[in-house]
Every structure is written in C-alpha cells, then in structure tokens.
Nanobody, 127 residues
C-alpha cells in the first residue's frame, strides 16, 4: 500500500499563494488516483481536488474552482496542490489521499474507505 507525506503548509496572507506537495512511497504510485481534502476546525473533512492516475483528468470542489490546481509527477511519486487567491476560509489541515477507484468518484467515497491518507499539513490564511 502506498504511504503519503504532505508538506508545504504554512501561514500566508489573504490573496497569497501556496503549493502543497504529497510524496508517495512505493512503486505503485502511478496506479493510484490522488486527491486533496481539507478539514477546518469544527468542520467535516471536505473534498478539494482529485486527479486521475495519468494526470489527464482533474476534478475540483466548488469552493476552490478557478483558484486551486492539482497536478502530479509520476516520475517523482508526487502530487501537488497549487493554491492561489487564498482566503481566510481556506484555513484548514490539508490531507492527500490515494485510491484505485476513479478520481471522479473520490469526493463521494466515504473518507474511511479511501485506500491511504497522509498525516496532513496545516494551512493558515490571515485576513
């Protein structure tokens, strides 16, 4: 099973940008569709974005469309989340996840049913 480690979180002012990375171990990274989720204090975990194993298809939650971009580099076993025009409401712990089901479905699969999760990285957006 793939193991995931996120990085790149931090404190940024509203309107700024951050790029998160999720590094995967194992030789089977390219067989997984990947996703990003986030969880703000006191709220449920929310789907942010997903990308197919090839990188050819991407999907986004409504709250981040047009501002965030998911991408992957299978040669580096890494998936990225470029976050632009950040808002205070983007403040959350961001998690990456891996699953062998289609990326299109990732936002609808129960969180505890996804194949693997990272430990999370904290993003704080100040107003």
């Amino acid at each position: 099973q793939v193991q995931l480690v996120e990085s790149g979180g931090g404190l940024v002012q509203a309107g700024g940008s951050l790029r998160l990375s999720c590094a995967a171990s194992g030789r089977t990274f390219s067989s997984y569709d990947m996703g990003w989720f986030r969880q703000a204090p006191g709220k449920e975990r929310e789907f942010v974005a997903a990308i197919s194993w090839s990188g050819g298809s991407t999907y986004y939650g409504d709250s981040v469309k047009g501002r965030f971009t998911i991408s992957r580099d299978n040669a580096k076993n890494t998936v990225y989340l470029q976050m632009n025009s950040l808002k205070p409401e983007d403040t959350a712990v961001y998690y990456c996840a891996a699953d062998k089901r289609p990326a299109q479905a990732m936002g609808h699969i129960p969180n505890n049913a996804l194949d693997a999760w990272g430990q999370g990285t904290v993003v704080t957006v100040s107003s």
